[in-house]
């Protein structure tokens, strides 16, 4: 099956619908783009080696976006993160790449409109537990920070409790 917008909006479907929460469903939605194809420069390559990159997801207030792309990190990490415009226009670095577009997502700058964020606190060896309810991202952090000041004998993190796939 030759790759196209078609194809790619289908991958996107499939993944959405396995995602239970509205919130995350309509600020997807919002910010989806009709799939265009862009090349970008290959960093690990020869001198002026690119990929075709399908511009997918676009998040104008971060300037960033999320791509497909076979090659490169793809066919076994796909899914990127990637500026809009600006210097920047490369495929990236592997950690910015996903086997799923919903990880993409929730490793990009986006998710940060939402508000579903918790602190989530792990003491010892047990299991991080979540102690907030949810909020913002820049309020979830600030407390996180707080805590982190406040107890150094137990690790704060930032993170959602909406389930998705994970790797």
Known sequence: MALDAVVLKSLIAADLSKMPDERVLAHVRKHL???RPVLRDWDYGAPGEQFVCWSVFEHPPSNTGIAYCEQGFGPKMPWGLVFLDGPHMS???DSGWFRTFLQAYFDSMAVSDLAI???YRTAGVGAPMPITAQGGWDETWSEVMRRRASDPSARY???TDIPY???
Do not use: K
Request: glycine share 6%.
């Open 33 to 35: 783009v009709e799939p």
């Open 91 to 93: 495929i990236g670095m």
């Open 117 to 119: 964020w918790r602190v």
């Open 157 to 159: 993190d930032c993170d």
């Open 165 to 167: 796939e994970r790797d």
